[in-house]
DNA sequence: GACGTTTGTTTGGCTATTCAAACAATACGG
DNA sequence: CCGTATTGTTTGAATAGCCAAACAAACGTC
């Protein structure tokens, strides 16, 4: 299987993710949900929300009541968490980190919190726990990096222009 | 707008990404790219491939030959140059500086290579430089990093939980 | 020049996601 | 009991991608 068609096959959808993310935060800040609240949360139609959740249900992620409210299954939690902890670790890290504008780090976090497996984002969380525990080490290397942004002016002098700079590296490692 | 629905308002979509990143490739390794080619190397239709890249001139990233050879207009390089760089700058952040298997870093690089900003993007890059520049700051944290990372057994032991660890940092420092 | 291959396009079908609009069921007020 | 509102579902239409299959044009071979 060529690696760019994994883009779709992920556990779900970023539609579904938000889906279950809605039900996720609606019962922890209202104490229920209903299709409907799911849709006004999302900012999509019933008509929407009704078809997709009704997937979700069919997929054994939600469960709906007697009376027509809406709950995770032990499985549908664990997603949902799941991807609210990615989401977290994103922003943190290009936020807190890296120094992107909260509201960017939001956007991208968002686009990519359902995407990036489990490995990387254990990776990602150990390397912000590392950087963050306040040991002299990272948060003079923090400090360094703040001095280093800021030399390189705006960093758009380099505009992406990864090639140039250390690729080849490991292939000249040999070389030498 | 809120903010989830921002996952498909992209420059171009993931498939799109692709073509134009398969063109590219293929004017560098044969000297010229068909829609056959460009069917082959993403591994569909000629008919899908023939769609998207109709789509693709139409918006003026791709032009036609003459001969029906495909070329990438201005716009379509740097596009293609912009999401090329971004693929080999996540691919280096998550396996050569996480610890993440070549592969599966190279999966999660190729899922959000096309939605992360080029700010982010900037910012990643310059962080990467940063911490491979050499220096002894960097590399000793780096080694610390391996460190504990190794100490930590399986991060696995943590599972992504990110609530508990430091997110209300901030919240708390205001409390003092 | 007829046959087979390659190439590019078009068509119909499928899935997922959205909307708008129609509809049914339930509930509340008077 | 009638009218209105709320809720959830269904239906028809749109878009984006994909496939399979049919098709036309061009090229090669004998």
Same mark, same amino acid.
């Given at each position: %299987?060529? !690696?760019?068609?994994?883009?779709e096959q992920n556990v779900v959808s970023h539609s579904a993710a938000h889906h279950l993310m809605a039900i996720s935060e609606l019962l922890a800040s209202n104490g229920y949900a209903r299709v409907t609240d799911v849709a006004r949360?999302?900012?999509? !139609?019933?008509?929407?929300a009704s078809i997709t959740l009704k997937a979700l249900r069919e997929r054994g992620l939600v469960v709906e009541d007697e009376n027509k409210?809406?709950?995770?299954?032990?499985?549908?939690?664990?997603?949902?968490?799941?991807?609210?902890s990615k989401r977290k670790i994103l922003i943190t890290f290009f936020h807190e980190i890296?120094?992107?504008?909260?509201?960017?780090a939001e956007t991208d976090?968002?686009?990519?919190?359902?995407?990036?497996?489990?490995? !990387?984002?254990?990776?990602?969380l150990a390397f912000i726990k590392f950087l %963050?525990?306040?040991?002299?080490?990272?948060?003079?290397?923090?400090k360094a990096f703040n001095n280093y942004q800021l030399e390189c002016g705006d960093i758009s002098s380099c505009h992406l222009?990864?090639?140039?700079c250390f690729?080849?590296?490991?292939?000249?490692?040999?070389?030498?």
């Open positions: %299987m060529e !690696t760019w068609k994994k883009f949360r999302l900012d999509i !139609t019933r008509g929407s409210f809406l709950h995770l299954s032990e499985q549908g939690r664990e997603l949902a968490n799941l991807i609210q890296l120094g992107v504008p909260e509201d960017a976090a968002c686009k990519i919190e359902h995407l990036i497996s489990e490995e !990387t984002g254990e990776k990602l %963050m525990s306040g040991s002299k080490k990272a948060d003079e290397l923090l222009c990864f090639d140039d690729l080849h590296d490991h292939d000249q490692d040999n070389v030498e």
